[in-house]
């Protein structure tokens, strides 16, 4: 079982590219989103999605887009990045309030440095 | 706007001692999660506490949940080097925003010999 899967590790940008993280579940989560983490912030929303078609925006998605055409896919698209964008990034994914199992899992992160 | 505060931001323990991290939010939720990171590693899942009065324990590790003062309180009792590591508390928004987390700063614990 693979759980979130998160792609690419590591990655290095220039001020001005784009780029897209990538975010593969296979446990049939409804629920994905994805947030970044800052030194000493904590973690911050970016997007959120509750299904396919569906998406909304969180605390910080100024920069960044979403789309999701599958239940196990949510790529995160960096437009043009800048190098307040460097991060890390992590996706999750959970079910539905109720539903079996009440763990948001989260992927093993990716780190992005824009130059 | 959901706010989560932790406290304390850095904590240096001896091994054997106890001590407490403290999670404060500021709206009303019924659905508060606690997380463990290492360094250069994702967060692994320690506890999800679901209503008020809610206590978990695993291991040297216990998680309580009370929702009418807004606080949740992660207990280490006879800290041993392994605990090391970052913490951190997550508040859902729960109804509509069900899985939006709000995380607190985390708290950064060294456990000393």
């Known amino acids: 079982n693979a759980g979130v899967t998160q792609t690419p590790k590591f990655q290095v940008l220039k001020t001005g590219q784009s780029m897209t993280l990538q975010c593969a579940q296979d446990?049939?989560?409804?629920?994905m989103s994805w947030y970044r983490q800052d030194p000493g912030m904590g973690l911050r929303l970016i997007h959120y999605s509750v299904g396919a078609g569906i998406t909304d925006q969180g605390e910080v998605p100024n920069g960044y887009n979403v789309s999701r055409s599958t239940t196990e896919d949510f790529p995160l698209r960096l437009l043009s990045a800048a190098p307040s964008q460097t991060s890390v990034y992590f996706c999750?994914?959970?079910?539905?309030?109720?539903?079996?199992?009440?763990?948001?899992?989260f992927g093993e992160g990716s780190w992005l440095t824009v130059v | 706007e959901l706010k989560v505060e932790q406290n304390p931001l850095f904590l240096s323990m001896q091994e054997g001692k106890n001590y407490t991290i403290y999670c404060n939010y500021s709206?009303?939720?019924?659905?508060l999660y606690w997380y463990r990171q290492d360094p250069g590693k994702s967060l692994e899942s320690l506890f999800v506490?679901?209503?008020?009065?809610a206590v978990k324990q695993e291991g040297r590790l216990m998680a309580s949940l009370d929702t009418k003062a807004r606080l949740s309180t992660l207990h280490i009792t006879a800290a041993v080097h392994d605990l090391s590591a970052t913490y951190f508390c997550a508040v859902d928004g729960g109804g509509t925003s069900y899985g939006k987390l709000t995380f607190g700063q985390g708290t950064i614990l060294t456990v000393h010999p």
């Open positions: 709206t009303t939720s019924d659905r």
């Open positions: 506490l679901l209503s008020n009065g």
């Open positions: 999750a994914s959970s079910s539905p309030a109720g539903a079996f199992g009440n763990t948001i899992y």
């Open positions: 446990m049939n989560h409804e629920y």
